[in-house]
């Protein structure tokens, strides 16, 4: 009852807040569409238009030095992407690839010569200003919109100080920003010229729609390597198991005759006749909703069980019984809920392998 | 004895020796057949097949020298009482198509809240994706948005900058529109080698749907944008990425769309629930999700995904910036590489083909790696920056084939050999990779990805 009447006190408060915000900053007249859509706020146009563009264009005011940016990194950054900026863990490395002649010269020369086995975002990008824009309006991954202006001017300092674009000692601010722009690696690596911008864009190749005799010899240049046949998993399941165009089995090597001949020998159909494995059983049954392998989740782990069970004559059957029953108390007050549905035969296939892994 | 393989034309063939047991038969010979044997019989053949062929077919071996087990018996389909209507108050797909699924490719990504989840071209009929198997990139995973929460705001060189609710766009006057959407990284993991087995991971980063909203020229006017000096459009998402893209204001005016209907029900989440840009022929990026502002301005944002991501890196070493346009390509989706052919014969060839600029005019195929080509059919409908269906008919002898795609669009652009791509672009600029695509038959049926020249 007293949330209803709180939801309904809120609800007033909500439509008189709508209502002012409607009176106040109402409808233009030469609208084509009368009723439909207001003029924003000033706020509300502050709070969205958060984007600054390479003239700086919507940057704040504001600083910070590469020490505090130093710190809010390790705090902050550090786990996904390295102390440094370096790590290649989780995302591609920020820093790394670019030179003190790069700063001069505004071409990365790494871009050319390969040296760099990966291309890092210092490497590639222009332009300050994305820097500041993209960590302002979406870093930490998992915390975006959380950093203030100062705190954005700190971080982009201390990557840029780790590029050695700027010093160690650096105070960014929305005063300086413009010159450090004229430091970035690759400030002159962007090109314009291409057919890609706009749809009558002049294309880059201009190839012939000959119809016959058009190559003198058709050369294989490359082929997917056998290590990748079943990198995706069995291509057999990822295609209909009836009509025309079936998968074929990439688990095993390729048939050595057409599966259509009378032979018998061939499975071109692998999906219906291969057994389920004792972790399919285990996720189909939903135990994977309370168990895992090797954390306790609502129920213990797996590894925890074995270890309770390992030696004990009986377990399996014991265990069987417990699981199809169900019951508290050897694992804490969270009841296990029984299961009997499940047939002798899985529950045993499933017991087995917790205790046995096989 | 025979049987009849239902799942293969009608074909009389052997039957896999042995599939009764010696008691079995005794019994069988002694006590005649009663519904309980002739049960355990088709369990014993289906045993039996399964260890061998593996086609599960639902067969009765005595029936086999009268006719077809799945017209001579009675089916539990036939002989008992269906489903309710709205067992399934939201339909889902038949449980013989659950292979067809949007899958990731292992190693691509680390993390799967920034990641691509493929459709599987290689199932697919005509040119509409249905929803649940349109292709997923998310930059920083995706939400369910409140839509009574969600807010469209209009700023930069506007007289008024406005904002709008859902129920606001939802009454403006709307289109409804068929357009493909593609990735710019689409075929991206190609360009040095053949990298993936299947046309689901060479080219599933493609979707095709009947988009609904509002023009985005409707609400610009109605904001009074100045589109004399605003040349260029921020769009921005309402999700944690913000993602924001620079958009050729002058060039999508004509055919942008501010979507919130997707196939005839709103927008998926996933794919930007409730409300969506649609840029037609431009790469999927720029579509931006859970679009929650439109600025327009005067000069090119830069922004992270123009300035670190989706730029083309030529091979001297200068990167080509606001590549938007997805230029002509086509792909057979069936057969196509990991799939079997089972038998020689008879087989429809069928693809898609696209084009950033325009319609599909035109699209020849080889069987011979290039050397010969045959024009293939069109299916309507033809749209423009729309997916179209082609379909060509093939006898297969048995022996090796390469078959390709190459489309022509109304600007005359013929859709290029890798290697001419590569003579221009180098190897390691990612985006747009559109060049023709090979998939090799071997005299087993098997066909795989390759790369010619």
Known sequence: MYKLVKFATAAILLSTM??????????????????????ATPAEVAAWDIDVRPDFKGLPKGSGSVEKGQQLWESKCAVCHGSFGESNEIFTPIIGGTTQDDIKTGRV?????????QRTTIMKVATVSSLWDYIYRAMPWNAPRSLSADDTFALVAYLLSMAEVIPDDFVLSDTNIAEVQKRMPNRNGMTLKHGLWNAKGKPDVQASACMHNCVAFVQIGSVLPDYARNAHGNIAEQNREYGPFRGSDSTKPPLDKLPGSVSTQTSAHPAIAKPKTPEDLFKENNCSACHAKATKLVGPSLSEISRKYQGQAGAEDKLVAKVKAGGSGVWGPIPMPSHPDISNETLHTLVHWVLTGQ | MTRIDTKRRGQIQQAPENFLTQDAIADLNKNGMDNTRRGFMRNGFMAALSGAVGFG???????????????????????????????????????YEANLIRRESPGLTRVSAASVAFTPLQGLFGIITPNGLHFERQHQGWYNIDPEMHRLMVNGLVKHNRVFTMNDLMRLPSVSRIHFIECGANTGLEWGNVAVPTVQYTHGMLSCCEFTGVPLSVLLEECGADLKKGKYLLAEGGDGSGMTRTVNLDDVLNDAIVAWGMNGEMLRPENGFPLRLVVPGVQGVSWVKWLRRLEVGDMPYATKDEAVHYNDLMPDGLARQYTSIQECKSVITTPSGGQQLLDKGFYNVSGLAWSGRGKIKRVDVSFDGGNNWKTARLETPVLTKALTRFNIDWVWDGSPAILQSRAIDETGYVQPAIKLLRDVRGTRSIYHNNAIQSWKVDSNGELSNVQVG
Do not use: C, H
């Open chain 1, 109 to 117: 020369a790494s871009l050319t010569d390969r040296k760099q086995p």
């Open chain 1, 18 to 39: 709508i209502a002012v915000i409607g009176s106040a900053y109402a409808q233009k007249s030469n609208t084509k569409f009368p009723g439909i859509g207001r003029d």
């Open chain 2, 57 to 95: 077919a639902s067969i009765n071996a005595l029936a086999s020298t009268e006719g077809d087990p799945a017209i001579l018996e009675k089916q539990v389909w036939q002989t008992t009482l269906g489903k309710n209507v709205a067992t399934m108050p939201y339909g889902t797909p038949s449980i």
